[in-house]
């Protein structure tokens, strides 16, 4: 017996639910690409992703995931044999570093662990004692997905200043973007990246990069640049199709410009006091379930927690089996675990996630701890009481 049919729900931290608006807004015929109301669209939608990144510098779109968004961002900074500062908490962070790494930039890592965020007295002293300036950035997850730690941009940039630092701070908002409140003129970032699958609701395929005039000059000699990935065509365009250097992706972007209607209907601010207060339920559902010891949050310090993907730790490695059940029963889709496996222990099976992210409200994020909570009586796997109860309380009180 399935319970399962019905409307089913992707609770993974991206690709995010899609709203039927976006896919209504894609449903349609090819666009002209020559000009016209996609010219006026896109038009629009650049002044649009810059208040949405807090920023009154430059944008690039890319038809890319969120690996080509890093791709595009090292391309554009660095040159063979530079320098990188990595700061890793989490799967995420080792990504991106190994991305530039492959491209021929040198990477030094410090590693934070997986259960908090990054020590900014540690970046400033590793900074300090890079005296002749040879780290040329600073690469930061402002959450990491894997891990669901949020690390404060700001402090980090701090301690770049602190230590009398030139580098570039970089940041990749792929899983917080339109999500997890960020400033990035006021936070002091000089690049960030995101991509569409996540906070923006849309199809996977759109890559983003936004990055200031200090980093447009810095950058200005960077040699592993090539032509598709040349972010300087791509922000200031004399000619529509350097935008994307080619064909546009014409319903992508009929998808983001919806999406962007969404957002920007309900409020920036909004938005991210509704991710807010969505994520203080799951937290507040998981908390109580784990008075019997059988689970915790993977972050113990909610000051230091993702709004908009939520890691969890499973005492016996059961959490295979509680996806499977839920999904298969209920119609919930959970995450994976991603990186957190014991070393030796690939096969391990005591992490899971939940994504938040996006087009989520109150009647889905309890649907989804609902759902938890049957599968954890279902399978007999020991919990505390009251989850549903205290998540109930804080929607409630909202
Ligand atoms: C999802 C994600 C990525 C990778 O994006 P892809 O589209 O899967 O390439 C990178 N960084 C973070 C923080 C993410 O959440």
């Not at 990188?84 to 080792?94: H, I, N, P, R, Y």
Request: hydrophobic fraction near 45%.
């Amino acid at each position: 017996m399935t319970l399962g049919y019905g409307r089913s729900y992707l609770a993974i931290p991206g690709p995010s639910v899609m709203p039927d608006r976006v896919l209504n807004a894609m449903h349609r015929p090819a666009p002209n690409i020559y000009g016209g109301a996609l010219h006026d669209l896109v038009d629009a939608m650049l002044p649009r992703l810059r208040y949405l990144a807090g920023t009154a510098g430059h944008v690039a779109i890319y038809i890319a995931n969120g690996h080509g968004a890093w791709e595009a961002a090292n391309a554009n900074v660095f040159s063979r044999g530079d320098l990188a500062l990595s700061l890793v908490t989490g799967q995420f962070g080792l990504g991106w570093a190994d991305s530039a790494r492959r491209m021929g930039v040198e990477v030094q890592e410090i590693d934070f662990g997986r259960r908090g965020p990054v020590d900014p007295a540690r970046v400033s002293e590793a900074l300090a004692a890079d005296r002749s300036h040879r780290i040329k950035a600073v690469l930061l997850s402002h959450v990491d997905t894997a891990t669901s730690v949020r690390n404060d941009v700001a402090a980090v940039r701090a301690a770049i200043d602190a230590a009398g630092h030139p580098a570039l701070l970089m940041v990749d908002c792929i899983a917080s973007l339109a999500c997890d409140r960020f400033l990035m003129d006021a936070w002091g970032a000089d690049v960030m990246v995101s991509a569409s699958q996540k906070g923006l609701m849309t199809p996977p395929g759109l890559g983003f990069v936004w990055f200031s005039d200090r980093a447009r000059e810095r950058g200005a000699t960077a040699d592993l640049r090539s032509p598709y990935w040349d972010w300087t065509p791509r922000a200031a365009p004399e000619a529509f199709y350097q935008l994307f250097c080619g064909t546009a992706p014409t319903h992508h972007l009929l998808g983001l410009a919806e999406a962007l209607n969404m957002i920007e209907e309900e409020g920036l601010e909004a938005v991210w006091t509704r991710h807010d207060l969505l994520a203080q339920a799951i937290w507040a559902a998981v908390d109580h379930w784990g008075i019997e010891g059988a689970m915790s949050l993977n972050i113990p310090d909610p000051a230091c927690r993702a709004r908009s993907v939520t890691s969890i730790r499973m005492q016996s490695p059961n959490a295979t089996a509680l996806r499977d059940w839920t999904e298969q029963r209920a119609g919930v889709t959970l995450g994976i675990g991603l990186g957190m496996a014991p070393p030796g222990d690939p096969a391990w099976h005591g992490f899971f996630r939940i994504g938040h992210m996006g087009h989520v409200n109150a009647h889905m994020v309890m649907g989804v701890l609902g759902v938890i909570e049957a599968g954890l009586v279902a399978l007999g796997i020991p919990h505390g009481p009251g989850a549903i109860a205290a998540a109930t309380r804080i929607i409630a009180k909202a």
